[in-house]
Structures are given as structure tokens and as C-alpha cells.
């Protein structure tokens, strides 16, 4: 059996944090550059930040990362069991965002900083981010 790690959280901004160190801790242990373990932490920290801002607007709820290993590399995936995304192809573009003090700019960083992207998301049943870094 592959190695891989489960965290689970509540949707609270502190955890980014937590959620951040625990992927590069588990990428440091492939063969990644510094640099592809800064991306990792980038992409890690806007998939969960996005859980922590838009999934549970006025409740709170838990948000899920597994981190996996591949043949291949890492893969990434950030569940959360919220209010889901009514258009994905709206809102991976850039700029596009619900709370205007935010970017919108968090898919394009994954999708930037990641190998591949994949978005899963019914309305009032959540969303999945599955990200892989290749080593």
C-alpha cells in the first residue's frame, strides 16, 4: 500500500496553515525541488482557503486533505461538504470571484503551480479539488 495522510478540520482560516506545512512535509519526502514544494504550498493554501471563505459561509463545517503518493509524484485532493460551486468554468477564471475583496485568482494558482487540475462540485453537496505534483 501507497503511503498517504488524512487531515481533517474545521473551516477555520488558522488551519491553512496547518494544512500548508503538513503538504510540503509530505512533498519534502519525494523528490521535489524547493521550488516545486513552495508551489505545492501555494496551491494547497488558496484550494483550502477557498473551502475555509466559500463553503461554509455562515456555519461551519470541515474540509478534508488527502495527501497520496504516486508513482509519479503527489497527489492532493481538498474535499469540503459545503454549498459547492454553482459554475466551475466561471469560476476558474481569473479575476472571477464572490467577495470582492478577494483576487479570484486562486484556481489560476493551482492550475499554474499544479501538473493537473481537477474540479468537482454539486450545488448543497460540496466541492473536491484534486491536484498532482509530478516529481
Given at each position: 500500500?501507497?503511503?498517504?495522510?488524512?487531515?481533517?478540520?474545521?473551516?477555520?482560516?488558522s488551519n491553512v496553515?496547518?494544512?500548508?506545512?503538513?503538504?510540503?512535509?509530505?512533498?519534502?519526502?519525494?523528490?521535489?525541488?524547493?521550488?516545486?514544494?513552495?508551489?505545492?504550498?501555494?496551491?494547497?493554501?488558496?484550494?483550502?482557503?477557498?473551502?475555509?471563505?466559500?463553503?461554509?459561509?455562515?456555519?461551519?463545517?470541515?474540509?478534508e486533505v488527502l495527501?497520496?503518493?504516486?508513482?509519479?509524484?503527489?497527489?492532493?485532493?481538498?474535499?469540503?461538504?459545503?454549498?459547492?460551486?454553482?459554475?466551475?468554468?466561471?469560476?476558474?477564471?481569473?479575476?472571477?470571484?464572490?467577495?470582492?475583496?478577494?483576487?479570484?485568482?486562486?484556481?489560476?494558482?493551482?492550475?499554474?503551480?499544479m501538473d493537473e487540475?481537477?474540479?468537482?462540485?454539486?450545488?448543497?453537496?460540496?466541492?473536491?479539488?484534486?491536484?498532482?505534483?509530478?516529481?
Amino acid at each position: 500500500m501507497s503511503n498517504h495522510v488524512l487531515i481533517r478540520f474545521p473551516n477555520v482560516s488558522s488551519n491553512v496553515s496547518v494544512a500548508r506545512v503538513a503538504a510540503a512535509t509530505f512533498a519534502s519526502f519525494r523528490e521535489f525541488s524547493i521550488s516545486d514544494i513552495e508551489e505545492v504550498k501555494v496551491a494547497v493554501s488558496e484550494a483550502v482557503s477557498n473551502a475555509v471563505l466559500h463553503a461554509y459561509p455562515d456555519s461551519q463545517g470541515m474540509i478534508e486533505v488527502l495527501l497520496e503518493n504516486r508513482n509519479d509524484g503527489i497527489q492532493i485532493t481538498v474535499k469540503d461538504f459545503g454549498k459547492g460551486i454553482e459554475d466551475i468554468d466561471k469560476a476558474r477564471q481569473p479575476g472571477f470571484t464572490t467577495m470582492p475583496e478577494h483576487m479570484g485568482l486562486g484556481f489560476t494558482f493551482m492550475e499554474s503551480f499544479m501538473d493537473e487540475l481537477h474540479i468537482e462540485s454539486q450545488p448543497g453537496s460540496g466541492t473536491t479539488v484534486r491536484m498532482v505534483k509530478k516529481a
